[in-house]
C-alpha cells in the first residue's frame, strides 16, 4: 500500500495476512493486554496493520525490541474515527477534561512525532487538520501548552508537501498570534499555568516557564521556515526576529547561571509581577523541563553541562528516572494533595521523552557534553520501566506517572485507593497511555534517521552499543527503504539495492 496524503485510506485498517516476524510480540501483547476499548483498528487488526504500516526493527536489545512493538501497538488503539476524519487520543475512555471526540491537545507534539514514522499517514494529516482548522482549532487546542505549529511544519516540510503546508498556513499564522495574545505578558516572555503546561503540582508552579517559552521559539522559527518555503520572505523575517528576541529574553531570565540550569520564574499569573530573583525557595527548583529549551535550540554550548545532572543521583537520575524534579529539593515527592497526577518529582514518561529527544539534539549536533552511550543507557531505563508486576506475572504496560524508585505506577495505584475510598475516578483511563514518545526515541535517536532539506540521514547514536541492527519497512516521501548495520559497515537500500553505505553516517538526496 502506498503512503496516503490526503485523507485516509480505511483499507489499511482491515484485517491482511499477518507476519510471522512481529507475531510472537503482537499475540504476545494481544494475549496479555485487555482490550479496554476498541476505535479504529481493533487488536484483531493490529498485527497486519503493523507489519503493513511500521518500521521493523531487529536489535540486539531484545527488551527495546518489545517495548518498540508494544508502544506502536497501544499507538494503534489510540486511532480513532470521527465524523471529520481519523484522530489520535490520549485516553482511551473518555474523559470530561478532553475536548471534542476526546482529543487532548497537551500530547498532541508527541502523536505527530510517533505517527510520522508510519507509512499510511493519512490519519495523522486527519489529526492535524483537527487542530489546525477542524472542530479541535477554536478552543481545544489553547487548552494545553504545546508546540502544534512547530511539529507540524516540521512534519509538512519533511514530507516535501507544500501544498499541505499552504493549505494549514493560514491557520498556523492565526494560531501563533493568538497564543501571543492569550499568554504574552510585558516582560516580552511568556507565562502559563504548571497544570496548562500538563504538569500539575510542579514545585516551580506556574510562571514564565521553560516549557511554553520554548514552544513559542520553536513555532516561530518553524513558522518561518514554512513562510519561506511556501516564498512569505516577509512574514519569514518578522517571525525569525521575534523568535531571537524571545531567545535573548529566555537567557535573560529562565537561565539561572549559579545552578546552570533553565527555570521557571515564578509568577501568580499572567499580570502579576514576575519574581525575576527566585526569592521564594519554596518554588526555586532545578525540574526536568530545564531541559526543553536543548531540545528546540535556545541553548548555548557552554549550557550543555546540564546533562551531567541526569546521571546524578542527587539530582535527576534514578533506576526508573528521571525524576522530574531535583531529588535534592525539600519538597521533593512531598506533595500531600490527593491527586494522581503529581510533577514534584515521580518520574513521567512525557517528561523523559522531551529530554532524550534534547540529549538525541544536542548529540547530532556534536555535543562532547554527553555519549552516545549514555544516551542509550537512558533510553534503555526508559525502555524497562514499561512493565507492570502483579499476580505473580509482569506484562507490558505504560500509564501516567511512576515512582522513580520502584517502577509502580503511581497514577494507577492511587486511581484504585480514591475509588475505594468513595472518590470518584476513572479507574483504568492511564492504561495505555497516549502521552510520550518512544518508537521515535528509538527511529530518530538510536537509528539517527531525519530528514531535512530533501536529505534523508541515518546517523545512529546506537554504535558502540549495538553490534549489529536493522530497520525495514521505513517509508520516506511514499519510497521505502532498509537500514542495516553489521558490526563494521553501515548501509541504507531501496527495492534490494544498496544507495549509500559508510562506517558511521549516510546522507541520501530524495530528489
Not at 162 to 177: I, V
Not at 291 to 302: A, D, H, N
Not at 315 to 330: E, I, K, L, V
Amino acid at each position: 500500500m502506498s503512503a496516503v496524503r490526503h485523507g485516509t485510506d480505511a483499507s489499511c485498517f482491515k484485517e491482511g495476512a499477518f507476519v510471522k516476524s512481529i507475531a510472537k510480540y503482537i499475540d504476545a501483547f494481544c494475549a496479555e493486554c485487555p482490550e479496554n476499548k476498541v476505535n479504529a483498528i481493533p487488536d484483531s487488526a493490529s498485527l497486519a496493520f503493523l507489519e503493513e504500516n511500521l518500521p521493523l526493527i531487529e536489535i540486539p536489545d531484545k527488551q527495546m525490541e518489545e517495548t518498540y512493538y508494544f508502544r506502536a501497538w497501544t499507538y494503534r488503539k489510540h486511532i480513532k474515527k470521527t465524523e471529520d476524519g481519523y484522530i489520535v487520543t490520549e485516553f482511551l475512555p473518555d474523559v470530561p477534561w478532553a475536548g471534542v471526540d476526546n482529543a487532548i491537545s497537551c500530547p498532541v507534539a508527541h502523536h505527530i512525532a510517533e505517527g510520522r514514522h508510519f507509512k499510511n499517514k493519512g490519519f495523522l494529516y486527519d489529526y492535524i487538520r483537527h487542530f489546525a482548522m477542524g472542530r479541535g482549532s477554536e478552543k481545544d487546542i489553547y487548552s494545553y501548552s504545546n508546540p502544534f505549529i512547530d511539529e507540524v511544519c516540521r512534519f509538512v516540510l519533511a514530507e516535501g508537501d507544500l501544498a499541505f503546508g499552504r493549505e494549514l498556513y493560514p491557520h498556523l499564522c492565526r494560531q501563533y498570534e493568538k497564543l501571543k495574545e492569550l499568554h504574552g505578558t510585558t516582560s516580552g516572555l511568556y507565562f502559563s499555568y504548571d497544570n496548562k503546561d500538563g504538569m500539575e503540582y510542579s514545585i516551580s508552579g506556574p510562571g514564565l516557564r521553560p516549557t511554553f517559552n520554548s514552544y513559542m521559539y520553536a513555532d516561530a522559527m518553524s513558522l518561518a521556515a514554512l513562510a519561506d518555503a511556501l516564498g512569505d520572505g516577509e512574514m519569514a523575517e518578522e517571525l525569525r526576529a521575534e523568535a531571537g528576541t524571545l531567545r535573548s529574553l529566555v537567557h535573560r531570565y529562565l537561565y539561572d547561571a549559579k545552578d546552570g540550569f533553565y527555570k521557571t520564574v515564578p509568577a501568580a499569573d499572567k499580570d502579576a509581577d514576575p519574581d525575576f530573583d527566585r526569592s521564594d525557595p519554596d518554588h526555586d527548583c532545578r525540574e526536568e523541563i530545564g531541559y526543553v529549551p536543548f531540545l528546540y535550540g535556545l541553548s548555548e554550548k557552554e549550557e550543555e553541562g546540564a546533562f551531567r545532572l541526569l546521571f546524578d543521583e542527587t539530582c535527576f537520575a534514578a533506576p526508573y528516572g528521571p525524576t522530574t524534579a531535583d531529588r535534592s529539593h525539600p519538597r521533593f515527592m512531598k506533595c500531600t494533595v490527593k491527586h494522581e497526577c503529581l510533577w514534584d518529582g515521580p518520574s513521567w514518561p512525557y517528561a523523559t521523552s522531551q529530554t532524550l529527544s534534547a540529549m538525541e539534539k544536542i548529540l547530532h549536533d556534536g555535543t562532547d557534553a554527553v555519549t552516545r552511550e549514555e544516551y542509550m543507557s537512558l533510553l534503555s531505563t526508559f525502555s524497562r520501566s514499561h512493565t507492570l508486576t502483579e499476580g505473580g506475572r509482569t506484562i507490558p504496560f505504560i500509564d501516567e506517572d511512576l515512582d522513580p524508585f520502584t517502577g509502580e505506577w503511581i497514577a494507577r495505584d492511587r486511581i484504585v485507593e480514591m475509588k475505594k475510598e468513595g472518590i470518584d475516578k476513572i479507574e483504568g483511563r492511564g492504561m495505555y497511555y497516549n502521552h510520550s514518545t518512544f518508537c521515535d526515541l528509538v527511529l530518530s535517536g538510536a537509528f539517527g534517521i531525519s530528514v531535512k532539506d530533501d536529505t534523508l540521514t541515518v546517523d545512529p547514536l546506537a554504535i558502540g552499543t549495538w553490534k549489529t541492527f536493522s530497520v525495514e519497512n521505513l517509508t520516506v516521501r511514499g519510497r521505502t527503504f532498509a537500514i542495516a548495520y553489521d558490526g563494521k559497515a553501515l548501509s541504507l537500500s531501496e527495492g534490494g539495492r544498496v544507495i549509500a553505505a559508510g562506517e558511521r553516517k549516510l546522507s541520501y538526496s530524495l530528489l
